[in-house]
Structures are given as C-alpha cells and as structure tokens.
C-alpha cells in the first residue's frame, strides 16, 4: 500500500470515528453502508467508535454499530471496552445495553458471510402451497379429478419411487418419486383408508400455463398414504419402483426439489397417523382444509371454540448448533451412542415452551457439554420430516471450554480443530473422525464456519 492511500484510509477513519463521537447517526451509518470494516477501526489510544460513542452517551450510533457486528470486547491502550467507558462516564442505560446477552453483539471469531436461504437439503419449495385453496372443496376436487394432476404415493410414510434403468449403478440422488396420473390412482382414492393431503400446484417456472390445458392452468399435487400395501390397487408401469422402506438414509438421495415435497407431505401425513384421534377428548375427527387439518366430531369440544393447535399439523423445533471456541479455531462436537462409530456431529435438543432460540441453545449446551454460551447466531434451518422437525441452526460461541459430559445423551464431546474438521470433510475414512452426511445441517453448520461452499 502506498503512503498517499495509507493516509487516505487514515483519513476516512478519523471522519468515521468523529462522527461516532459527536453522534452523527446520519453519517455513521452512510459510512458503514459504504466500509463495514471501518466498524472495528480504532483512532489515537485504541478508541474505536463504539467506544467514543459510548464516552458521549449516544446510545443511538451505538444500536446501529452493534446491529451492523461490530466487536464489542475490543479494549483500547488502558484496557478499557466500550461498556467499561459507558459505565464509566455514568451512561449506565448504555452500560446495561452493552453487558446484556442477547443483544446482536458478536465477537470477531463468527463468519462474517451470510447465509442464504433454501440452500439445505429438504428446504427446496418446488410447489406454491396455495394455502387459500385448502378451503375450496370445489376447486379441491375438480384438481383431484383433472388429468394433469400429479399423485404421489406413499405407504406407510414410505413415498413410492422409481430409478431410471441406466441410472442405477449411481442410486444416489438419482430415485425419483413415482408421479401417478388421476387413472391410476383412482381405486386407491376410494380406499376409506386413504389420507389426501393436497400439497400444492407447480410453480408457473416449472410448468408454462401455455402448456397446460385446464382452467386455470394450474398444476396441483396431492400426496396419498395408505396403511395396506397400495402396490395391487396402483397402476404401476415401470418395473423399478419400491418403496423407500428406511427412511434413513434412502430419503436423503432424492434430488434436491423432490427432497422438498417429501419433507412437506410426510410430514403432514405422518401427523395424520400420530393423530387420528381428537387429543383434547379422545373422540373421532374427520380430514378437512385438503388435509392441513384434523376437525374433531365430538359436539361441544373445546377444540371446536377458538384456534386450537391440536387441530393443525404439528412442527417440533429443534436447536442444533455448532459451538465455537473462545480461541475462534475449534468447535465442539459430539456423539450420541446411536450414531455409527467415529462420527461426531453438532449438539441438538428441543426447544423447550416458552424458550427462545437462543436460550434453548445455551440449555442444551449446558445440559450435554457443561459448556457456557455466550453470543448465539441464527445462520440457516432445514426441515427434517422424520417425522416433523424444524433444525435450527445456529453458531454458538462458548465462554468456557471445560467438558462434561451428560452420559445420559451424549457419550463424547470434544474440540476439534479447524484442520481436524477439514480431513473430516474431505479425507472421509482416513481422518480422526467422520461427520454426518453432507445433506444434514450438521454438515452445512461445520462447512458454513470452515467457509467452504455447502455444495462441495
Ligand atoms: N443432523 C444432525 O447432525 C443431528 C440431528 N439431531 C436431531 O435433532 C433432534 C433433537 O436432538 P436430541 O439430541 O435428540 O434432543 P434433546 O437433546 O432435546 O434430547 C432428546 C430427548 O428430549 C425429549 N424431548 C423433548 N421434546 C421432545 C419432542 N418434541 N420430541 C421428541 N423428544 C423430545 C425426549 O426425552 C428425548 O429423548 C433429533 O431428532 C435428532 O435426530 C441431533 C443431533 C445431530
Ligand atoms: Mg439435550
Ligand atoms: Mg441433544
Ligand atoms: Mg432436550
Ligand atoms: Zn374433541
């Protein structure tokens, strides 16, 4: 670098950190918009802005500093932080702002990329739900009884589907869902049996409305379970279709748009087979709102007055988080008995009610590790239909490092390098230990802090 743009970057920051100081929000924010890096700049004595605007009192710059990531533990040359300043000079509102834990503060050891959406396996949205059209029985069954229409079956929560016969020496992601037309399905439709579950209509990019010849040029998809083996009732005309018996690990080599409708309808289907009666009084429900909910046929029941969740599919949220040294060059991970010898993964748990994400993440770390936690950042989730989860998926970073282990959930925990966790994910058997699979979280979680791409 040059001594002009040495001085010339000098500059922007002195400007940058004067307007900290004299609380120009206007200003201090057009200049992060323009250089986030200029957030954890310091001038003379190591002050930064956050630290200036924390001397002044203008709570204000300090919120958009903290919103936009600037490190809040950084110390100036007496060792002071910005919340030390605050506190100091008698600005304890800001003081109190600055120690609290949940607010968006965030060391410098977090990946400073964000993520974007859809990019786990399962998160794909292939179909429009069309959620208004659940109560149009008329529009529902003039769809089910149009030739377009697009049918995937499934028995016992297991989907039919098919491979193509020069694919399959590579059976991963090559197993497609079985798409049947109304002809086919219509003895399996009249099965009392049967539970319809209507889970969309192709988005207008898939499917050209100048290619479809119906009304409205709209083309649904249902999904149908059946307890008896459907195969004798199906018209079935390829020969390489079955079953996909074990969900784990067949429903992972889908491809990426049909791994999306899968999550959808098994997991409304499997809430259908969980939940066949009403579970405030035991009586019987009928299937209404093309299968998005259970109505009870009891008269009087209290699921009948008001909004009652009991009537509606359920989704458990589940945290799983990658916890990060305080040194930001390791990350802790785990193993639980029921996983395949030498895979470690990322600590899980249930969110608990009345918790927030954030807080169910540093329970569960407790809980599993008798690991502290301080900030926690959301960085992508996945639907994981076995039966119905919602992982959250979230960076952690630990304030204490000592392990111990609750041996009633995890059997090993342990920091492992960055260079430990790279010859994981690319050495395979050879390396000191193995991670889940590139499609679970877990995987997209580890790669994501490493910073390779997900899709390698
Ligand atoms: N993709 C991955 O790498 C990983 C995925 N996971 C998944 O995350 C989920 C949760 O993780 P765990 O460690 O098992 O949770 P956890 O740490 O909360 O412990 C599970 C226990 O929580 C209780 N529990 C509370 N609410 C529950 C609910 N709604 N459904 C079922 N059990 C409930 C049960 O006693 C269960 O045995 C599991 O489905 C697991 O398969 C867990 C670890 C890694
Ligand atoms: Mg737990
Ligand atoms: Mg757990
Ligand atoms: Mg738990
Ligand atoms: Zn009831």
């Known amino acids: 670098m040059t001594s002009v743009q040495m001085s010339a970057k000098d500059e922007m920051v002195e400007q940058f950190l004067d307007y900290a100081s004299r609380g120009d929000l206007a200003n201090v924010s057009t200049m992060i918009s323009h250089s986030s890096q200029l957030l954890n700049e310091s001038g003379r004595q190591g002050w930064t802005a956050l630290m200036l605007a924390a001397r002044n009192g203008h709570f204000d710059v300090i919120k958009a500093l903290l919103l936009n990531g600037c490190n809040k533990f950084l110390v100036n040359k007496s060792g002071q932080t910005a919340y030390d300043i ?165 429903l992972l080599m889908l491809n990426e748009d049909e791994a999306g409708i899968v999550a959808q309808a098994r997991s409304v289907l499997a809430w259908h087979s969980r939940y066949s009666f009403c579970p405030t009084c035991g009586g019987k429900t009928k299937v209404d709102e093309g299968g998005y909910k259970r109505t009870c046929l009891t008269d009087g029941c209290k699921s009948l007055q008001g909004i009652h969740n009991t009537c509606y599919p359920r989704v458990d949220p589940v945290v799983i988080m990658l916890v990060l040294h305080p040194d930001g060059n390791r990350c802790l991970l785990g193993r639980k008995k029921s996983f395949p010898p030498g895979m470690f993964s990322c600590l899980a748990g249930f969110i608990e009610p009345g918790e927030t994400i954030e807080n169910a993440v540093r329970r569960e ?39 111990k282990v609750d041996e009633n959930e995890i059997e090993d925990a342990r920091w492992f390098t960055r260079q430990e966790v790279m010859d994981a994910l690319v050495k395979g058997n050879q390396a000191v230990f193995s991670m889940p699979p590139r499609q679970a979280i877990a995987h997209y979680l580890v790669k994501h802090w490493i910073g390779i791409n997900s899709n390698l």
């Not at 009249?190 to 209509?201: A, H, I, Y």
Request: aromatic fraction near 10%; charged fraction near 20%; proline fraction near 6%.
């Open 86 to 250: 605050a506190k100091f000079w008698g600005h304890r509102h800001i003081a109190r702002f600055l120690a609290s834990s949940g607010d968006v503060t965030l060391p410098g050891i977090l990946p400073s990329n964000k993520s974007t959406e859809n990019e786990t396996y399962f998160s794909k949205e292939y179909l429009n739900r069309m959620s208004d059209k659940r109560t149009d029985s008329e529009w529902l069954s003039a769809k089910q009884s149009s030739p377009e229409t697009v049918f995937i079956v499934f028995h016992n929560l297991d989907p039919l589907v098919t491979t193509e016969p020069e694919e399959r020496n590579d059976i991963q992601s090559q197993l497609k869902l079985y798409r049947f037309g109304r002809d086919s399905v219509k003895k399996v439709l009249e099965n009392s049996d049967t539970v319809v579950v209507f889970l969309g209509v192709e988005k207008q990019e898939c499917s050209p409305s100048s290619l479809v010849s119906n009304e409205d040029g709209l083309i649904a998809w249902f999904a149908l379970n059946t307890k008896k083996n459907p195969t004798e009732s199906l018209k079935v005309t390829a020969s390489n279709s079955f079953f996909l018996t074990k969900p784990m690990p067949m």
């Open 365 to 403: 770390v407790l809980e599993e590790s008798g690991v502290t936690i301080g900030p926690v950042q959301y960085v992508s989730s996945q639907p994981w239909p076995m039966p119905s989860s919602l992982m959250i998926g979230c960076f952690a970073v630990a304030v204490s490092t000592d392990i």
